[in-house]
C-alpha cells in the first residue's frame, strides 16, 4: 500500500488561489481594519466575488475526501491576517452546527442565508458560550420551552462571546431543553432574520482579531417555529429518552459542532504562526548588527529552527485530524483536541518567539508580528481551552473520568 504526503494538483491550485487573495487583498488592509475593530465588509464582498465567501464554495471545500481543502484554506486566510480571515471564515461555525445536528433540508434552507449574496454578504453566528458556562458547557442556563399549540420554541437567556453575534443574518443558538440531563439534554435551535427578541450588544473590545465581530448575545422570549430545532423534534424526543433510562446518547450540539471545527480551527492558529515565522525569518536575514545579519548568530537560526519545526508538527497533527473526521474516522486517542491544542499553543510561542527576534522594532505596530502575537492567544482559550483540550485527550487515552 502506497503512503505519501503531497498534496495534489487540485490542492495545490486552491492553495495558491486563496493565498494569492490573502496576499493581494487581506494584507495590505490588515493594519486598518485591526485599527477601525470593525468588519471588513468590502472584503467580505471581494471575497464573495471571487467564489471564495460561500454556500457553494464551503460545499465544494467540504466535498474533498482528504478533509485537507479546509484546513489549506484556513492557514493560507490567517496567513494574511487573523482578524480579516475570521471574518471570513466566522460563518462556518454556524454551518458546521447545523451541518453537525441539522437535517439536509435544513443544511440546504439555512447554510446560504448565512452567507447571502454578492450584491449583499451576510454573515452567520454560532453562540453557545454563556457567562457561567465556557468550558462548563452542561452549566447552560439557555432554556428552549416548546409549545405545542402553536408548533414554537421560546428561547430564554444570554449567551457571550459570539463570533457575529447580533449582525449575523442567522444565528445557531444552543440552549437547554431539560436541564435536569446536563448536556444531553440540549438542542441547537436556527433563528431566522429578522426574528424579535434576539439582540446583541456593541462589539466587544478584544486583545486580537479585532477585525472580527464579536458581541454578548441576549434571547428575551425568541419565537422561532418548530422546524428551526435542528434535528428535528423526533429525533429529540428520541435522543431525550435514551439519557433518561440511563442508556448512551449522542453528544450534544455545542460538542459535536468544535468536534467537526477543531482541526479548522488549528489551521488558523497555524496559518496566523506562520505568518509570524515567515516575517521573522526575513527580518533576521536582513537586520544586521556587529557587521553581520543577526540569522548568522545560533541564538536567532535556532529560534527559527525550532518555530518551522513546531510548525510543520502542528500541520501534520491538523491533516490527520482533518482526515479522519473527514472519513469518519471516530477520535480514540482525541486527535482532533490534540492537533487544536498544538497549533493553539505552538501560535502563542512562534509569535512570541517573532516578536523576540524582531526586538524593540517587534513591539511597533508598523510590523505586523505585534498584530500577529495579539491574534494568536485566542487560539489557546476559545472552541475549548488548552486544559480542555487535554481533559479531552487524557479522558480518550485512559478511559477514566479525568476531572
Known amino acids: 500500500m502506497e503512503f505519501w504526503l503531497d498534496l495534489n494538483e487540485e490542492h495545490n491550485d486552491l492553495r495558491e488561489w486563496v493565498h494569492g487573495f490573502a496576499e493581494g487583498v487581506i494584507r495590505p488592509a490588515a493594519a486598518e481594519w485591526d485599527e477601525r475593530e470593525e468588519t471588513p465588509w468590502p472584503i467580505l464582498q471581494e471575497a464573495a466575488k471571487i467564489g471564495l465567501y460561500g454556500f457553494e464554495f464551503l460545499i465544494n471545500t467540504w466535498a474533498d475526501h482528504t478533509g485537507l481543502s479546509l484546513p489549506l484554506v484556513n492557514e493560507e486566510l490567517f496567513w494574511g491576517d487573523g482578524g480579516i480571515g475570521m471574518a471570513i471564515s466566522g460563518t462556518s461555525l454556524a454551518v458546521a452546527a447545523i451541518y453537525g445536528s441539522g437535517t439536509p433540508d435544513q443544511l440546504v434552507e439555512w447554510v446560504p442565508q448565512c452567507f447571502g449574496d454578492v450584491a449583499d454578504p451576510k454573515v452567520g453566528a454560532f453562540c453557545s458560550t454563556e457567562p457561567e458556562a465556557g468550558s462548563d458547557v452542561a452549566a447552560m442556563k439557555t432554556r428552549a420551552v416548546y409549545h405545542e399549540a402553536t408548533d414554537e420554541w421560546v428561547l430564554t437567556g444570554q449567551k457571550a462571546y459570539a463570533t457575529n453575534g447580533g449582525i449575523a443574518e442567522v444565528h445557531v443558538v444552543t440552549a437547554s431543553v431539560d436541564p435536569s440531563l446536563g448536556s444531553r439534554g440540549q438542542a441547537a435551535f436556527v433563528v431566522p432574520p429578522g426574528?424579535?427578541?434576539?439582540?446583541?450588544?456593541?462589539?466587544?473590545?478584544?486583545?486580537?482579531?479585532?477585525?472580527?465581530?464579536?458581541?454578548?448575545?441576549?434571547?428575551?422570549?425568541?419565537?422561532?417555529?418548530?422546524?428551526?430545532?435542528?434535528?428535528?423534534?423526533?429525533?429529540?424526543?428520541?435522543?431525550?429518552?435514551?439519557a433518561r433510562s440511563g442508556q448512551k446518547a449522542s453528544r450534544q450540539a455545542a460538542m459535536k459542532t468544535f468536534e467537526l471545527s477543531r482541526p479548522a480551527v488549528g489551521a488558523q492558529a497555524i496559518g496566523i504562526a506562520r505568518g509570524a515565522y515567515e516575517y521573522a525569518l526575513e527580518y533576521a536575514k536582513n537586520r544586521v548588527q556587529f557587521g553581520r545579519p543577526i540569522i548568522e548568530n545560533q541564538a536567532v537560526a535556532f529560534a527559527l529552527a525550532d518555530m518551522r519545526t513546531e510548525i510543520d508538527a502542528a500541520r501534520l497533527l491538523v491533516w490527520r485530524a482533518a482526515w479522519m473526521g473527514r472519513n469518519d474516522r471516530p477520535f480514540h486517542a482525541g486527535e482532533g483536541s490534540m492537533s487544536k491544542l498544538k497549533a493553539g499553543e505552538v501560535a502563542v510561542a512562534v509569535t512570541e518567539k517573532a516578536v523576540q527576534i524582531l526586538g524593540g522594532a517587534g513591539y511597533l505596530r508598523e510590523h505586523p508580528v505585534e498584530r500577529m502575537y495579539r491574534d494568536a492567544k485566542i487560539y489557546t482559550i476559545f472552541e475549548g481551552t488548552s486544559e480542555i483540550q487535554r481533559l479531552v485527550i487524557s479522558r480518550a487515552i485512559s478511559g477514566m473520568p479525568i476531572r
Open 195 to 242: 426574528t424579535a427578541g434576539l439582540a446583541g450588544t456593541r462589539k466587544l473590545k478584544k486583545l486580537g482579531l479585532r477585525a472580527s465581530h464579536t458581541a454578548d448575545v441576549f434571547l428575551d422570549d425568541v419565537r422561532v417555529p418548530g422546524h428551526c430545532l435542528l434535528g428535528g423534534k423526533e429525533a429529540l424526543d428520541e435522543r431525550l429518552a435514551r
